[in-house]
C-alpha cells in the first residue's frame, strides 16, 4: 500500500506544499493539498487519506488543533500525522505527540529523513490497521491467517524503529519486528519467549502497572527514555512510544521503540561544548562558575579557604597581531596545559574568555597557599612558548582573592579576582596582587574615566597643541609636531599622559588617532592657504594604531580629503611597536611610505633597536629620546649615547632631531656632534593654534647661542679624496667648534650639501664633478649661499685672486697651507655668512691678504 497511499499536506504557504509535494513524488505517492487546518478536516472527510503531513504554525487553527480534532473522530483517528516543525525541543515534541501526532519532521525538511518517517508510519498504519481486525482475524481461516501476518511482518521488519506486541495478560511478547532482534541482539524466536521485563537494565517500576495506566488511557502517546539491555548485557538508551490496542479479552500494548545512542552521544558532545572551551578543553565560564558555587559550598560545610585567581596573560594582542591567530591560539593552548601543572588535581583550571583564565584553589592555611601557587605559575610561564617556528615568552597579571575573607559569593569573588589583576596591570604586570578594597575605587575611577574618554570623543573635547621643530643650521621652524590635549569639562587641559594609555588598553585610541592624523591634515591644509603656508606636521602613533590594518587607509582618506601634499605629513612611530614584529613592521612601513608620508621614530634609544632592523625600515627621522637629552652635558653616557646616535642615524642617510632642548648649553652640544633639528622649551613649548600662528607669522627664529669664541655655530664642508689631508683639516678645524661635514668625492660633497645647509666649503679646487665642472664649480652654481674656500697645488695664486675678488670664491689656500691662516679664513667666512644672514650691512669682502694664502 505505501506506495500508493495517499498523503495530505497540510501548510498555509505555497511554497511549503510545493516543496514536500516535490520531494514525495519520486516514491509515487497520491499528494492532496489543504491551505488551512478547516480544509484539512474537510480533505479527510471527504477522500481516504492515509497519512498527514501537518504544518504547526496556521493562521486561524494550529497544527496541535487540528491533529486534535482529526484524533478524537473515530473515522479519522488512526490517520498517523506527521507534525512538520521548525522546532526541536522537547515540549514542542511533546505538545505535538500529547495532541496525538504520531511523528515530527524539522524544518528544513530532509529528503531521506521525510521518506523513512512517511514509509515508516504508512506501515505502522497498516499494522494498526491489522490489530484492530485481530480479533476479526483469529476467527478466520488459519492459512488465510498465516498469510495476513506474513504480509504484515514483511511490512514491519522494514521499519527502522523496533516495534513490540506485548500481551497484557501474559507479559510476554507476541509479535516482534526484525529490528527488535538486531537492536537487541535475540533472535525473534527467542524474544517470543521474553518480556518486557527480560530486557529492562534495572528494575524500575513494575510494568503490569505501567501497562495498566496505558490501558487505562493515561499516558497514552507519551514520550518516555529509559535503558534496554542486549542479550550480551550492554545496555543502550532508547526513546519509547506506546498505543494500546484492545484484541479480545487481552490488550496488546505496541510499543515502539528508537535506538537514541547516536542521538545522546551528540546531546552530550553539546552538553560538553556548552560548559567546555573548544580551545583549551578547560571548563568555560559558565562550568567555572558552577564549579565555584559547589567548591564554596564545600568549603562552608568543611570550614576551609577557597583562593579564586583570576589570570590575564600580558600584551597577548602582540602575539596575536605579529604571529598570526593560530600561533595565538596555541599560545592559549599551552598556557591552559601549564596552568593545570601548576596545581593539584581537586583545584579548578578554566578559561574566562579571551587570554584570561581562572583558578579556584580549596586551601586549609591561610594566604601563603595562594602565593605559593601563584609563585609557581608565573616561573612555569617564564618558559618560552614554542609556536610556530618562534620561541616566545609571556606573562601573566594575576588577581587573587580569598573565600571566606574577601567575600562569600561566587560572583563577588570572581569580580574582586578581576579586579585585583587589574591591580597588577597598573603595576606593572608580571606580578600577582590579593584583592584589597580600595581597589574598587580605583577601578570606579578608571571606569569613571574611561566614560568620560567615550563622551570626550563624541563631544570632540580634543584639541591638537603644535610645537615647532627648528633646523639647527637655518634656526628656521621647519616642521611641527602635533599634541594631543583633552579640554576636560571641569579639569581643564589634560595633558596625553594622562589619558593615552587608557586611550591604548581600551583600543579608543583607534578613534582618537584617526581624528589626530585628520585634524592635523585640515591644519596644513588651512596653513598652506594662508601666508604661513606649508608647513609639514607630526603626529604620533601608539604602537596599536600602528599594528591596525585601517592605518593607511585613514591616512589615505585625509591626505586625499583636505588636499595635502602627503610628504607634509610625518608619522612619529614608537621604537617598541616597530620591533615587535620586523617583518610585518617593514611591509607596513613600506605601504606608508608609498604613500609618500614621513616616518619617524620617535623616543629613540630606550628601546632595544636592533641596527640590522634599522636599515631594513624606510626611516627618514630619528628623534632622539629626551631621556638622553635631560643630562646630555652633564652624563658622559647620555652625551656618548646622542653622539652615536646621530652618528648612526646620518651613516643610514637619516636626519636626526633632538627633543626635550630646555638649555643653550644642551643646544650647543647638538649643534657640535651635527644634530640636525631640534624641538623643546628652549625654543618654545606646543602651543595652541592661535599663539603658534603669531610666532610663525614673526618669523621667529632660533638663534644659536655664542659658541667659546663668541662666533655662532656654523657648519663646514670638507671635501678632499686625500684621506690623510682630511683628517688634517677636520682636527684642524674642530677646534674651533663648528659642526663638521666631510666627504672624500664631488658626488659625496654634493649629497651632504643636499642633506645640510651648508655655510662654509672647504675643499680641494681642481676635484671634478664632470669632465668639464669641477665640483666648486657646480656647488657654488647650485647654492650661492654657501662660502667656498678653496686648496690647490696647482692654481696660479693670481688666477686664485682674480676670483676671490668677483666673490665666486671666499678664500684660495695653497697646498700645503698655512694652518692658521686657513683656520682665520674659515672663522671669518662663517661671520661673514651670519652677518649676509642676519641682513647687516655686509661685511667688507676679506682682505685679499687674508682669503688669499700662497
Ligand atoms: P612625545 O611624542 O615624545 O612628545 C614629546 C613630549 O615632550 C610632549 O609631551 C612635549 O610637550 C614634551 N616636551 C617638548 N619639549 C619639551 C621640553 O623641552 N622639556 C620637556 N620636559 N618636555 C618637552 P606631551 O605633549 O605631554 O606628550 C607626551 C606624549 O604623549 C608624547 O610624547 C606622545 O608619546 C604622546 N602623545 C601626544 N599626542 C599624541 C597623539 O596624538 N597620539 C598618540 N598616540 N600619542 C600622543
Ligand atoms: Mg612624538
Ligand atoms: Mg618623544
Redesign the pocket.
Known amino acids: 500500500m505505501t506506495g500508493s497511499a495517499t498523503i495530505l499536506i497540510v501548510d498555509d504557504e505555497e511554497r511549503n506544499r510545493r516543496l514536500l509535494d516535490l520531494l514525495l513524488q519520486p516514491e509515487g505517492y497520491t499528494t492532496l493539498m489543504a491551505v488551512d487546518g478547516k480544509a484539512a478536516i474537510a480533505a479527510v472527510a471527504e477522500h481516504s487519506v492515509d497519512l498527514i503531513l501537518l504544518d504547526v504554525m496556521m493562521p486561524s487553527m494550529d497544527g496541535y488543533e487540528v491533529a486534535a480534532i482529526l484524533k478524537a473522530d473515530p473515522a479519522s483517528k488512526s490517520i498517523p500525522i506527521i507534525m512538520v516543525t521548525a522546532s526541536v525541543d522537547r515540549d514542542t515534541r511533546l505538545s505535538a505527540l500529547t495532541a496525538g501526532v504520531e511523528e515530527f519532521l524539522t524544518k528544513p525538511v530532509d529528503r531521506a529523513e521525510l521518506w523513512l518517517r512517511v514509509r515508516n508510519l504508512l506501515r505502522l498504519k497498516e499494522y494498526g490497521d491489522f490489530l484492530a481486525d485481530y480479533g476479526t482475524v483469529l476467527e478466520r481461516q488459519v492459512e488465510e491467517r498465516t498469510a495476513d501476518l506474513q504480509r504484515f511482518r514483511l511490512a514491519m521488519d522494514s521499519t527502522a524503529d523496533a516495534i513490540f506486541l506485548t500481551s497484557r495478560a501474559t507479559m510476554k511478547f507476541v509479535e516482534v519486528n526484525a529490528t527488535a532482534s538486531t537492536m537487541l541482539g535475540y533472535t525473534r524466536e527467542e524474544l517470543l519467549t521474553l518480556g518486557p521485563r527480560d530486557l529492562r537494565s534495572e528494575a524500575r517500576g513494575d510494568p503490569e502497572l505501567t501497562f495498566d495506566a496505558l490501558v487505562a488511557g493515561d499516558s497514552v502517546n507519551t514520550l518516555h527514555k529509559t535503558v534496554l539491555r542486549r542479550k550480551d548485557g550492554s545496555d543502550f538508551p532508547i526513546e519509547l512510544h506506546r498505543h494500546t490496542r484492545q484484541s479480545g479479552d487481552d490488550w496488546i500494548i505496541v510499543s515502539v521503540l528508537r535506538d537514541i545512542t547516536e542521538r545522546e552521544a551528540a546531546e552530550e558532545r553539546l552538553q560538553h561544548l556548552a560548559h567546555h572551551d573548544h580551545l583549551t578543553g578547560l571548563p568555560n565560564r559558565v562550568l567555572f562558575y558552577e564549579t565555584l558555587k559547589n567548591a564554596l559550598a564545600f568549603a562552608a560545610r568543611k570550614k576551609c579557604r577557597v583562593a579564586v585567581m583570576f589570570l590575564d596573560v600580558d600584551h597577548f594582542k602582540d602575539v596575536n597581531d605579529n604571529l598570526g591567530h593560530a600561533a595565538g591560539d596555541k599560545l592559549l593552548t599551552q598556557i591552559g596545559a601549564r596552568l593545570v601543572d601548576c596545581v593539584r588535581l581537586r583545584d579548578t583550571v578554566g578559561r574566562l574568555g579571551g587570554d584570561e583564565f581562572g583558578l579556584i584553589l580549596t586551601m586549609e592555611d591561610d594566604e601563603q597557599g595562594a602565593v605559593a601557587v601563584a609563585d609557581t605559575i608565573r616561573q612555569a610561564l617564564r618558559e618560552p612558548f614554542y609556536l610556530s617556528g618562534n620561541h616566545v615568552s609571556v606573562t601573566a597579571s594575576i588577581g587573587v582573592t580569598m573565600y571566606p575573607a574577601d567575600g562569600v559569593r561566587a560572583e563577588t569573588l570572581i569580580k574582586y579576582a578581576d579586579t585585583a589583576m587589574y591591580g597588577a596591570k597598573q603595576d606593572g604586570r608580571d606580578i600577582f596582587r590579593f584583592f584589597k578594597p580600595q581597589m574598587n575605587t580605583d577601578v570606579r575611577t578608571r571606569l569613571k574615566l574611561e566614560q568620560s574618554l567615550r563622551r570626550a570623543i563624541e563631544n570632540e573635547e580634543f584639541v591638537?597643541?603644535y610645537?615647532p621643530k627648528v633646523r639647527l643650521s637655518s634656526g628656521n621652524v621647519v616642521g611641527l609636531?602635533?599634541?594631543?590635549?583633552w579640554e576636560r569639562p571641569g579639569h581643564g587641559l589634560v595633558?596625553?599622559?594622562q589619558f593615552?594609555p587608557l586611550?591604548?588598553e581600551t583600543g579608543l585610541?583607534g578613534k582618537?588617532?584617526t581624528w589626530?592624523i585628520d585634524e592635523a591634515c585640515r591644519q596644513i591644509a588651512a596653513w598652506s592657504r594662508t601666508d604661513i603656508g606649508a608647513l609639514g606636521i607630526a603626529?604620533?602613533?601608539?604602537g596599536r594604531?600602528f599594528l591596525d590594518r585601517e592605518l593607511d587607509e585613514d591616512i589615505a582618506t585625509s591626505i586625499q580629503t583636505h588636499g595635502v601634499a602627503p610628504g607634509l605629513l610625518e608619522l612619529?612611530l614608537?621604537e617598541s611597536s616597530l620591533m615587535t614584529n620586523t617583518l610585518r613592521t617593514v611591509e607596513t612601513l613600506h605601504r606608508l611610505k608609498a604613500q609618500g608620508v614621513k616616518l619617524s621614530i620617535?623616543?629613540f634609544g630606550t628601546g632595544y633597536s636592533c641596527l640590522a632592523y634599522l636599515r631594513q625600515f624606510p626611516i627618514d627621522k630619528l628623534?632622539i629620546?629626551?631621556a638622553f637629552?635631560?643630562d646630555v652635558t652633564t652624563n658622559p653616557t647620555d652625551a656618548a649615547m646622542t653622539e652615536i646616535i646621530i652618528r648612526m642615524a646620518h651613516s643610514l642617510k637619516m636626519d636626526v632631531i633632538a627633543?626635550?632642548?630646555?638649555t643653550a648649553e644642551q643646544l650647543t652640544f647638538l649643534a657640535r656632534q651635527g644634530c640636525d633639528q631640534m624641538?623643546?622649551?628652549?625654543f618654545s613649548?606646543?602651543l595652541p593654534v592661535a599663539e603658534l600662528e603669531v610666532l610663525l607669522r614673526a618669523s621667529t627664529r632660533l638663534i644659536m647661542p655664542l659658541g667659546p669664541d663668541g662666533a655662532t655655530l656654523t657648519t663646514v664642508l670638507l671635501v678632499e679624496a686625500d684621506l690623510e689631508r682630511l683628517s688634517t683639516l677636520v682636527r684642524l678645524l674642530q677646534r674651533d667648534g663648528y659642526r663638521i661635514l666631510t666627504a672624500q668625492s664631488a658626488t659625496d660633497g654634493l649629497e651632504q650639501l643636499s642633506h645640510h645647509e651648508v655655510q662654509v666649503i672647504v675643499c680641494e679646487a681642481e676635484l671634478p664633478f664632470t669632465h668639464d665642472v669641477t665640483f666648486v664649480g657646480h656647488a657654488t652654481d647650485l647654492y650661492p649661499d654657501a662660502l667656498c674656500i678653496v686648496l690647490s697645488d696647482r692654481m696660479a695664486p693670481r688666477s686664485a685672486a682674480a676670483l676671490v675678488r668677483t666673490g665666486a670664491l671666499y678664500g684660495f689656500h695653497s697646498i700645503p697651507w698655512d694652518a692658521e691662516a686657513l683656520r682665520d679664513n674659515v672663522r671669518e667666512a662663517g661671520r661673514h655668512h651670519r652677518r649676509l644672514n642676519a641682513d647687516m650691512t655686509p661685511a667688507p669682502a676679506p682682505s685679499l691678504a687674508d682669503a688669499v694664502q700662497v
Open positions: 591638537l597643541h610645537q609636531e602635533a599634541l594631543l590635549r595633558p596625553p599622559g593615552i586611550l591604548e585610541i582618537v588617532g589626530v603626529v604620533n602613533v601608539a594604531q612619529e614608537t620617535d623616543d628623534k629620546d629626551i637629552i635631560r627633543e626635550g632642548v630646555e624641538q623643546g622649551y628652549y613649548k606646543p
